[in-house]
């Protein structure tokens, strides 16, 4: 899948990107059960366009800038109205030995969507 067709909702996602930029690492607390976890927010990419990838805990020390990555059932999620590409618990990231030419014209995480709220009876 190629990041240019990301949305809001998507699942079992595979691509392969390069790290554009990394965030500085945060440290923040779980609201379930106070566990305390390590976040980085990474600008990653393909020819196509790019997108923010979320990189908690382990996944933080995984990556690095200008190498590239192949992502296997990943997904997208909504975080403030903009698509967040997440490895998740089942998602696994290595690295590969591809080349990418990285389109930066065109993040799809700038576009806003609105989380759309069902009511449950």
């Known amino acids: 899948m190629k990041i240019e067709e990301l949305g809001p909702r ?3 996602v595979e691509t392969i990107f390069k790290v554009v930029s990394l965030g500085e690492e945060k ?13 980085v927010e990474a600008l ?3 020819e196509t366009g ?3 990838m979320t990189l ?4 933080v020390n995984t990556v690095k800038k200008g190498k ?4 296997e059932n990943g997904y997208t999620s909504l975080f403030k109205g903009s698509v967040r590409l997440n490895s998740g618990r089942y998602g696994k990231i290595e690295e590969v030995d ?7 014209d065109n993040n799809i995480s700038e576009k806003e969507f609105r989380r759309e709220y069902r009511r449950r009876y």
Not at 27 to 39: I, Q
Not at 56 to 59: A, E, K, M, T
């Open 10 to 12: 998507s699942r079992e």
């Open 27 to 39: 440290e923040v607390v779980s609201r379930m059960d106070g566990s305390s976890h390590k976040l």
């Open 44 to 46: 990653v990419g393909d």
């Open 50 to 52: 790019t997108v923010i």
């Open 56 to 59: 908690w805990d382990d996944d």
């Open 68 to 71: 590239t990555y192949k992502l």
């Open 98 to 104: 591809e080349e990418i030419e990285v389109n930066s």
